[in-house]
């Protein structure tokens, strides 16, 4: 009997270690490195990243997500043009590549090359507004949390990724491993994706990298905490879109970003059918909503102007 209430110790000391270190992502630290851009290697030219200058003294920022390319703003970067804006959605270096590039990276790294790009077009233009999408909003939450954008858009924007006792979110169940994993792997059946035949919408024109990237995962994960916890600096007006099916993004995060910020925020909430065969994520990207969004975009930034 004290043999087996040694062994039982021992399980449970193990299990409380792999929680705290895989799940609660306890000693895990990251540096950001400096990223290259290199476009000539872009697996499809619409991974390219979009520049429309027109001369004008606004511009918007389009930012991508995880693991996805600026493809996705193809109709939102025209419908910003049309507003006046000069138009910057960037490839963020080591995505719409090669994954092999990409598993080097990690979002500490991702993040300190898009705020370097903000920072330039903050110098060069009088005003300058962001949009993002998933992680892509996440980045824009962050920028807003450390810089003075004129206005902010976020789409599908996690702030948590699994939160079981705080929130009641569980993002993916597999993720509490994803340290683990990534010891022994950097990546699950990796591939590229020019084309979803089996999606509509749109949607079957996204394109980027399949499979699962356990570390860069984790350094998501680890990344959205401080973004969370720091939402109440947040001081530029805010529009926040999420669908309330949302099967990548947990539609619960908008919640949290509802009650955490305390800037002048407005919020809408889209409800796609089961009839459209995607996520439900990628707003802008979806033919039957995104004529919509981006004219109550074009609005809220208007507003915002005055």
């Known amino acids: 009997m004290e043999y087996d209430g040694h062994m039982a110790f021992i399980i449970a000391a193990v299990i409380i270690a792999v929680y705290l270190w895989s799940a609660c992502l306890i000693f895990y630290r990251e540096e950001a490195k400096p990223l290259v851009s290199d476009e000539s290697k872009c697996f499809d030219p619409a991974?390219?990243?979009?520049?429309?200058?027109?001369?004008?003294?606004?511009?918007?920022?389009?930012?991508?997500?995880?693991?996805?390319?600026?493809?996705?703003?193809?109709?939102?970067?025209?419908?910003?043009?049309?507003?006046?804006?000069?138009?910057?959605?960037?490839?963020?270096?080591?995505?719409?590549?090669?994954?092999h590039d990409f598993i080097k990276t990690d979002f500490s790294s991702w993040y300190g090359w898009i705020e370097d790009f903000y920072l330039a077009l903050e110098k060069e233009y009088s005003r300058v507004c962001i949009i993002g999408t998933s992680m892509g909003g996440a980045m824009a939450l962050k920028i807003a949390e450390h810089h003075k954008p004129d206005a902010v858009v976020t789409?599908?924007?996690?702030?948590?990724?699994?939160?079981?006792?705080?929130?009641?979110?569980?993002?993916?169940?597999i993720s509490y491993l994803g340290r683990i994993i990534g010891l022994f792997t950097p990546a699950?059946?990796?591939?590229?994706?020019?084309?979803?035949?089996?999606?509509?919408?749109?949607?079957?024109?996204?394109?980027g990298y399949g499979g699962s990237y356990p570390r860069q995962g984790v350094s998501l994960i680890w990344n959205l905490r401080p973004i969370r916890r720091d939402?109440?600096?947040?001081?530029?007006?805010?529009?926040?879109?999420?669908?309330?099916?949302?099967?990548?993004?947990?539609?619960?995060?908008q919640k949290i970003i509802r009650r955490e910020t305390k800037t002048e925020a407005r919020f809408i909430e889209t409800c796609m059918g089961p009839e459209c065969h995607h996520t439900h994520h990628a707003l802008l990207m979806y033919r039957s909503i995104q004529g919509e969004l981006m004219d109550r975009i074009a609005a809220f930034f208007s507003s915002c102007s005055i």
């Open 231 to 253: 939402l109440g600096l947040i001081r530029a007006p805010l529009l926040s879109i999420h669908d309330r099916g949302d099967r990548t993004v947990p539609f619960a995060n």
């Open 188 to 207: 699950i059946s990796p591939c590229i994706i020019t084309e979803r035949p089996d999606s509509d919408d749109g949607n079957e024109e996204w394109k």
């Open 155 to 173: 789409i599908g924007a996690p702030v948590v990724y699994n939160s079981l006792f705080r929130d009641r979110i569980v993002t993916q169940w």
């Open 47 to 99: 991974c390219r990243s979009i520049v429309i200058k027109q001369g004008s003294d606004k511009a918007v920022l389009m930012i991508h997500g995880f693991p996805t390319t600026p493809a996705m703003y193809a109709y939102a970067s025209e419908r910003m043009k049309a507003e006046g804006y000069d138009v910057y959605a960037p490839l963020i270096p080591s995505f719409g590549t090669d994954w």
